[in-house]
């Protein structure tokens, strides 16, 4: 098989801007599509997003410019070409010719790169997990991930009403991942009754979170332990608590400062703070506890609590082997949240969870803040075997699109459905 022809358009993501999908066509008549995500919260080292920057159209958000790139540049450079993902993949990298992918545009590169593995795995006639195990060179069984659930929402996905981003549960005890789900929703609606008792607002943010204006980051703890026990599932032993603090978005010359609470802390007490939760809360894992380049806070952070909680680098590591090697070489965190369009590639994703495996990290396949209705992310998880997944929370049709994928893919496996269960933490 190979090539026959790539055509992009500009439509929208879940916040109501412009994102790239691509479709790929193969010679035997074979069609795959992709659409890709948008982060609100960006760190430094991602792959570039193309955008525009036209402030007549979609505020400067379009994406006509890698729209162009897709279907003037890359369509007649793939044409005839091998229908070979890592082929592919290694053709648009070097038709971009930077490290950040910042000519092309990563949204672009991954839109072609999504589609291409969706169109081959669509012409051998398998499902997408088992496709992208086979090229990830995954051989052990598929495995439902367990869910990381955002509740409550802070910092750039609810305009700041904490300095936090997320709150989020991980139902790690259930026995299969409908459980979870079912978990997850008991919790979901027991913290919307008590929000409506507490007389607090019960909007959504991007994720679709609960975005109440809380007297503290802590408070949001409670509300998530006092929901479990409401719901009849015990903290700590059903269901434990994730945060993703977030603390580059907070991070000024050496200084972490939580607006909404007056604190201004040095990398030390940010980490004392970590470790006070950690010890009261049945809090298992943690996101970029520190910022993406205190690699100092990391260290301390990472001896402190890596042997205990699950320490996940999102900015950190931004999906980027190099970066992953170098955390591995300094000794900090334990796992990596995995974004694609963190890295603008599938091939490049799939051999950072390689590493991953190989150094002993777990890994935890992300959705973004602006998402889209493409559920790719569930096949990736469970073909890759990640172990557990951030879509979001239960609400928000881009987020369902990919619990209801997970659901179709559990019943679909059958017997062979594995539910991963206990993150390596869970106490």
């Not at 930077?98 to 669509?122: I, W």
């Not at 059903?238 to 991070?251: C, K, L, N, Q, R």
């Not at 699950?310 to 955390?327: E, K, S, V, Y």
């Not at 963190?342 to 991953?356: K, R, V, Y």
Request: with cysteine.
């Amino acid at each position: 098989m190979t090539v026959k022809s790539v055509h992009a358009r500009e439509v929208l993501d879940s916040r109501g801007y412009p994102t790239v999908e691509a479709e790929v066509v193969l010679s035997n008549g074979t069609v795959g599509w992709a659409l890709v995500p948008s982060g609100a919260s960006i760190g430094t080292h991602e792959a570039l997003e193309l955008r525009d920057g036209d402030a007549e159209r979609w505020e400067g958000k379009g994406v006509l410019e890698a729209v162009h790139n897709i279907n003037d540049h890359i369509a007649s450079a793939l044409r005839g070409m091998d229908a070979d993902v890592r082929k592919v993949d290694e053709r648009l990298r070097e038709l971009d010719g930077t490290t950040n992918k910042s000519r092309l545009g990563a949204n672009a590169l991954l839109a072609v790169s999504l589609a291409t593995a969706r169109a081959v795995a669509y012409a051998k006639g398998i499902p997408l997990y088992r496709f992208l195990a086979e090229v990830g060179s995954v051989h052990t069984s598929p495995l439902l991930p367990t869910p990381m659930v955002n509740i409550i929402s802070g910092g750039l996905h609810a305009g700041g009403n904490l300095d936090m981003q997320d709150f989020l549960v991980i139902p790690f005890g259930a026995s299969s991942f409908r459980q979870a789900l079912e978990w997850v929703g008991k919790v979901y609606h027991t913290v919307k009754r008590i929000l409506q008792e507490r007389g607090l607002t019960t909007l959504l943010a991007d994720e679709g979170g609960f975005s109440p204006p809380l007297t503290g980051h802590e408070e949001a703890l409670r509300l998530l332990c006092e929901a479990m026990e409401r719901a009849k599932l015990r903290p700590g032993d059903d269901m434990g608590i994730a945060v993703d603090v977030a603390s580059t978005h907070f991070y000024r010359d050496g200084r972490y400062t939580l607006r909404t609470e007056g604190r201004i802390m040095d990398a030390d007490e940010m980490v004392a703070l970590i470790a006070d939760w950690c010890n009261r809360y049945p809090v298992l894992s943690v996101e970029d506890g520190c910022a993406e380049d205190d690699w100092q806070g990391w260290q301390n952070l990472t001896q402190r609590l890596g042997g205990k909680v699950q320490l996940l680098g999102d900015d950190l590591f931004a999906t980027n082997p190099q970066r992953i090697r170098q955390g591995v070489a300094m000794g900090v965190a334990n796992a990596v949240l995995i974004k694609l369009n963190q890295i603008g590639t599938l091939t490049e994703t799939l051999d950072g969870m390689a590493l991953c495996r190989r150094w002993g990290y777990a890994t935890v396949v992300s959705a973004r803040s602006g998402d889209t209705e493409d559920p790719f992310i569930a096949d990736l998880a469970v073909g890759m075997a990640a172990g557990q997944i951030k879509i979001g929370s239960v609400a928000r049709s881009e987020r369902t699109a990919k619990y209801n994928r997970l659901l179709r893919l559990e019943e679909r496996l059958g017997n062979e459905a594995k539910y991963a269960g206990r993150t390596p933490f869970a106490r």
